[in-house]
């Protein structure tokens, strides 16, 4: 409850989300923090997150989920995190279907 409470306190438009897509970015917000507004060039793909909740244009979210994998790809004990940044992803297209 407390990271759905935290998403939808941060992205403008999260309660007009399924399920699923909603689920897709709790587990992002759990994971990485509510970090939408930081502007450190590793956050930059929340802050484009953020801004295309802003304007519903929700089908350009997980290219946005993809793309965060440039922080942990080289990295292989961070194989998890890509791996969980693709399954978000999905999810979240999963949710924009139904």
Not at 15 to 27: C, F, T
Not at 36 to 63: G, L, T
């Amino acid at each position: 409850p407390r990271y759905v409470a935290e998403t939808l306190a941060r992205l403008p438009n999260s309660s007009k989300l399924s399920n699923d897509s909603l689920g897709a970015l709790v587990s992002l917000v759990y994971n990485r923090g509510a970090s939408f507004r930081n502007s450190k060039d590793r956050y930059r793909e929340m802050r484009a997150i953020h801004q295309y909740m802003v304007r519903e244009q929700y089908d350009r979210i997980p290219a946005e989920i993809r793309s965060m994998t440039r922080l942990w790809i080289n990295h292989p004990q961070m194989a998890g995190l890509v791996i969980r940044r693709k399954l978000e992803a999905k999810l979240f297209e999963q949710g924009l279907s139904t």
